[in-house]
């Protein structure tokens, strides 16, 4: 278990990529090895991910499983990783959601055909986007967002559909544009901080002695880049042509665990090495995630393809997220990483489902999938359970995160304006509504109604036994988070508390 503790976080993320190295290696002949190869290597660190729970002490404040070794000592970069309950949580996401998109790659892969670089690209994934939750370093914070981008990029761009040249450009660059001024930032903090230091808990104690222009200054760069990951209004125009365009394993691990990464790099980063500046730009976030709820909900209102519209159910969804973070109180923050994780089992589903309707039906458009709850009775049903806890049912894992999230609104931070955050918390209800009035009107268009007459006699197959075994681990977490809730706020209220703390909530 002292291996574990100090070593277990660094497995859980870099045993991936020793499986794209030997999937790199493996004959594309040899097919069988290469899928039993991405499925070890997406197993094994979910295993290390488990473990972790037993030397991880719930009720703890502070880092957890720490590693800090010397790394580039020429400009005082260090290999520092560690978790805390506002981490754990997306480490163990990323690790799930990524095995199951194995199991699901098993027989469903996109075309062209080529098991060896699209399972390679999709274990390179895992180690970037695991290794951003643990890193506490801004170089290696820095290294980890950017190996995100490739394996992406070329996912969407080599097995996505007809646009996909244009959604894996429109990806890449404004993701590469964000991180330029995250990275202007990272480096401003580097300069300013005395003495110089990329470590992040190091410039948690030496941030908010900085001024504040230079606090609103740095927030802002960094702030962009994390915005536009999330993604905020109005950097969100990127998200619905990816989703669009990317495989159904393309679209579940940038739903599930890729947009959390901008959002983590608010919680982890900015607000707390910042605290003057989160407190100034708090009502300008709050106003941004408001309109993304509404704006959000209104474009699903339109949206005739199934994936387009989940996708821009996302932004709304994230919108919450971000309300709850610009309220800067526990409650909020709380709110907030409940809705990450819920965002990421319900929405998840949500995009596996539609590859599965997408095999089955050769189209995503929504007038002609009528009826298919006659046809398709479990899949028809698996759609309407997903989409009802993504609109917020209580007693299903969406309900929480948004609940929440309005509820802060009413009292938040004492230094911000109560006003203007109950007018955000009006505008948030109404989003509320018009999320319901989209799903369940896809829920109608989709599952109810006359079979169209091109399926008439076709044959068409429900929910084969691999898809449920890569599917029940999130309806049972769709479900076990919505009755029980404490399975994440016991793990995060702790940090969250020491979080807000630095802010004077």
Known sequence: MDFLAHWGLTLSVFLPIVGAALIAF????????????????????????????RVYHIGMT????????????????????GIDGISLPLLELTLLVTFLCAIYSLKWLPEPHNPKGFLALMLLLETGMAGTFIALDLVLFFIFWELVLVPMYFMIGLWGGPRREYAA??????????????????LALYFRASPHTFDVLQLQRIGPSLPS??????????????????????????????????PTVGSVLLAAILLKMGTYGFLRISIPIMPHAARTYAPLIGALAVIAIVYA??????????????????????????????TLTQIGVNAAVFGMVAHGVITGMLFFIA??????????????????????????????????ASLGLPGLAGFWGEVLALLSSYNPLSALSSHTFRVYMVAGGIGTVLTAGYLLWMIQRVNLGKVPAQWEGKKLVDVQPLEMVAWAPLLLLTLGLGLFPRLIFDVTTHSVIGLTKLLGG
């Not at 502070?62 to 990783?81: D, F, K």
Request: aromatic residues 12%; charged residues 10%; glycine residues 10%.
């Open 355 to 388: 590859g599965s309707i997408h095999e089955r039906y050769h189209t995503r458009e929504i007038p002609q999938l009528g009826g298919m709850a006659l046809r398709l009775p479990i899949l028809g049903g698996l759609l309407a359970f997903t989409a009802i």
């Open 26 to 53: 493996t004959p594309k002949e040899q097919e069988k090895t290469i899928k039993f190869l991405s499925l070890a290597f997406t197993f094994l660190p979910l295993v290390v991910g488990v473990l972790l729970l």
């Open 62 to 81: 502070g880092m957890q499983l720490e590693t800090n070794r010397s790394w580039i000592p020429s400009i005082g970069a260090r290999y520092h990783v």
């Open 297 to 326: 909900a209104l474009n699903c209102l339109a949206q005739t393809d199934l994936k387009r519209l989940i996708a821009f159910s996302s932004v709304g969804h994230m919108g919450f997220v971000m309300l709850g973070i610009a």
């Open 213 to 246: 222009g230079i606090q609103n200054l740095i927030f802002l760069g960094m702030g962009i880049g994390f915005a536009i990951k999330v993604p905020m209004w109005p950097f969100h125009t990127w998200l619905p042509d990816a989703h669009t365009e990317a």
């Open 169 to 186: 450009i429109k990806f890449f660059l404004y993701t590469l544009f964000g991180s330029v001024f995250m990275l202007l930032g990272f």
